[in-house]
């Protein structure tokens, strides 16, 4: 978890084949509230690019992105 | 439903009518041969599956609305006026259609359910009651088409990232790529899903064939389609156009996902480069001595299902058989015959939609597994990433016991060294 930013929920996304990463993050952040963050790890390579690119069309907003090993780590705000 | 909304609906069904589009509204006889076709019916047994059933929900609304003695006489061939029921009955029937085409080859008079249905998915966009799903999934492919720049960095990182795989199963020489990304003059322009298992392999089998090839930007698959947006299937598919073009590639060869093969090999229109799927480009590549095969790499049984937009729909049949023939002296294929194939039952949008059609594809798609189990294969083959998650879904269902296994990723694995 990354020390700057509190998380209100997890969403583990690994193992999972495109399009299921941001199919499961674009459902999971409707269990947050408006202003609320979620952290979603995936492992698909794709997401790098999917995940900003739904962030942008839906008006959320990635905040951070890490990469751990194999798996990318996002932060993502829920502004809509 | 105010009378501003139908209209805006009716407008959207006017769209979709042409010379093809009258001819399978008004040609139906009910004479029932479509009913045993369908999977979903031949699965449940519910009327609601048979095609002529699902036809009959958007040809209605076509008497009703466009034909006169519908509008004087809606009593006379059950001519149906637009409310909210029917736009739940339309959903039922597009979204219980993969648009497999099987009950096409079975009808007399060639009628196209897939085309009707994209009648009713126009229509549900129309009264914002399609998938959500879908169209976040299309507008998301969409905006990468707008604004590489912004992505391209992380793409490029992302494919970095999966090089060493690729060298670890076939060497490359010295100052050479690995997964070369926007070259210009290449021969080939491979147009991959974001998904490692949709490059590595792919990527092994380019260099181990010499071929001078790049890989796009963006992924093949078009969800604009699934949803049954004309619009939003154009611009997606216009990204991947402009790339070809751009680098100025004589080939763009698409990876294994039936719906991006159809929608490229059939909407594209005339274009500077010809289309093809990797399998037909892989099966070339044994045909040409370019790239050898160990038949000893797979011992078990192998079967092959024919991804419906590839084979039925795209009339790529002979070359996976090709490549099987060249894999292993086990090859089993299916009964019935590849134009007949079972659809593996998770086309047209459903396996993108995840968990929530999960229950009705795996009831929907008992008589796949009855088909497979047949072969006693321990393996089965197939060329798109549909049918790959659907397959592998009701063999867990079903307790199949078999390996899904990528075609392509398997010519990987048998790779002999040159």
């Known amino acids: ?63 951070k992105t890490e990469q751990d090993g194999e798996v990318i780590k996002f932060y993502i705000k829920r502004n809509a | 439903m105010d009378n501003k909304m139908r209209d805006e609906l009716l407008n959207l069904f006017r769209s979709k009518i042409n010379r093809a589009m009258r ?45 006169a003695r519908g509008k004087i006489w809606p009593g006379f061939g059950e001519a149906k006026g637009l409310s909210d029921m029917t736009l739940e009955e339309l959903f039922d029937a597009a979204y219980s259609c ?55 960095e992380s793409f490029l990182t992302g494919i970095k990232n999966l090089e060493s795989e690729v060298v670890e199963k076939w060497k490359i020489e010295a100052g050479e790529t690995a997964i070369p990304v926007d070259v210009e003059d290449a021969d080939l322009l491979y147009v991959a899903l974001a998904g490692a298992h949709s490059i590595i392999p792919a990527a092994v089998v380019f260099n181990a064939a010499r071929e001078k090839w790049t890989l796009s930007f963006f992924e ?12 939003r299937t154009k611009l997606i598919m216009d990204r991947i156009i402009a790339e070809a073009k751009r680098l100025k590639v004589k080939e763009v060869c698409i990876c294994e996902c039936g719906t991006a093969y159809r929608v490229m090999k059939q909407l594209s229109g005339k274009q500077p480069f010809k289309v093809s799927s990797i399998t037909e480009v892989q099966a070339g590549y044994i045909r040409e001595g370019r790239i050898k095969l160990d038949k000893t790499k797979f011992t078990d049984t192998i079967t092959y299902h024919d991804p419906c937009q590839i084979a039925r729909n795209g009339g790529v049949i002979d070359e996976p058989r090709y490549i099987l023939d060249n894999l292993t ?15 593996c ?39 798109c990433e549909n049918c790959h998650t659907q397959l592998s879904n009701l063999n867990d269902h079903y307790k199949m016991d078999v390996a899904v296994r990528f075609l392509s990723s398997m010519v990987a694995d048998a790779l002999l060294p040159q």
């Open chain 1, 1 to 63: 978890m990354s020390e700057d930013i509190k998380v209100d929920k997890v969403l583990d996304l690994k193992g999972l084949p495109c399009p299921m990463p941001v199919v499961k993050v674009s459902k999971g952040i409707k269990d947050v509230e408006v202003g609320q963050v979620i952290e979603a790890h995936s492992t698909d390579p794709g997401s790098l690019t999917d995940f900003p690119a739904w962030a942008r069309t839906s008006g959320n907003e990635i905040l």
């Open chain 2, 220 to 231: 093949a698959v078009n969800f604009g389609a699934f949803v049954g947006d004309p619009t």
């Open chain 2, 329 to 343: 002296d086990n090859f089993r294929d299916l009964t019935p015959e590849p134009k007949y194939n079972w659809c």
């Open chain 2, 23 to 67: 001819y399978y509204l008004e040609t139906c006889t009910r004479c029932g041969v479509c009913t045993e076709a369908c999977h979903v019916y031949n699965s449940m047994g519910q009327t609601k599956y048979i095609a002529a059933y699902r036809h009959e929900i958007v040809r209605r609304l076509y008497k009703k609305y466009f034909k």
């Open chain 2, 98 to 152: 993969t648009g497999c085409r099987r009950c096409m080859v079975f009808c007399p008079f060639g009628i196209d359910t897939q085309m009707l249905m994209s009648i009713a998915k126009l229509m549900l966009i129309g009264a914002n009651a399609e998938p959500e799903i879908l169209t976040m999934l299309a507008d998301t492919s969409i905006e990468k088409g707008k604004s590489l720049e912004l992505f391209k």
């Open chain 2, 345 to 383: 039952g998770g086309g047209g949008g459903l396996v993108a939609l995840g968990d929530e059609t999960l229950d009705f594809r795996m009831k929907s798609a008992r008589v796949k597994v009855d088909q497979v189990k047949a072969t006693e294969a321990k393996i089965l083959a197939t060329a």
